[in-house]
């Protein structure tokens, strides 16, 4: 693993906007920022599938380096998730996730980061980690194609919670990568010692 670079979450600070976030990280020294596009946030992922161009011009005013965008779909995590047992929702996210990295790349973000899907109504957990390693690879391929590293983040209420399955999930599919963050496990009970295990895996890292 190279080095890490440090960077801040834009929605550290509630009610900043992004300007005020990008210039209180750097009066703490930190000069690269992650973003968040979720359903009621300041970052709403639909205008990024409606205007990419427009929201990666929002994106650049405050002039500080990019490091990641964290995208949610839907308006939940099973809303639109990326394993959606319906193929027109999958079908849908893919065109959305197209739109995505041309912001990404119009913003000049330097990685993207989604999440691994849930459990679906009349699948079994295994046949729904199946379709979502299917989607993530192709998702992955369609990232790099476009220059954008892409991650998944397992996380409490995903279908990947327990990090030994999670282990297992990537031994099976190695292109991926995800983004680790061991908030998602200590909470449910889990010793850093069953995560410690992820961190070869991981291509972007929350504290």
């Known amino acids: 693993m190279g080095a890490i670079k440090l960077a801040g979450a834009a929605w550290s600070f509630v009610g900043a906007n992004l300007v005020e976030s990008a210039n209180i990280w750097r009066a703490l020294g930190i000069e690269a920022m992650d973003l968040l596009a979720i359903a009621g ?13 427009g929201q990666a011009r929002r994106f650049r005013e405050p002039g500080i380096e990019l490091s990641n965008l964290l995208y ?9 998730a990326i394993n959606s047992a319906d193929a027109a929702v999958r079908e849908r996210n ?17 990685s993207l980061l989604i999440l691994p899907g849930v459990d679906q109504s009349g699948m079994s957990h295994e046949d729904a980690k199946a379709l979502s390693a299917e989607v993530l690879t192709e998702m992955t391929s369609v990232a790099a194609d476009a220059g954008i590293p892409l991650t998944f983040e397992p996380h409490v209420e995903s279908l990947l919670e327990d990090p030994r ?8 599919n190695p292109s991926l990568r995800i983004a680790l963050d061991y908030a998602h496990f200590s909470v449910q009970g889990y010793k850093m010692a069953a995560v410690d295990p992820l961190v070869p895996f991981a291509g972007h890292f929350h504290l």
């Open 165 to 172: 399955e999670v282990l297992e999930f990537m031994q099976h």
């Open 41 to 53: 946030t300041q970052i709403d992922p639909s205008d990024i599938e409606k205007d990419p161009e």
């Open 94 to 110: 893919m065109a959305t996730f197209k739109r995505v990295l041309d912001c990404c790349n119009a913003a000049q973000i330097k």
């Open 72 to 80: 949610l779909f839907g308006e939940d995590f099973a809303d639109r």
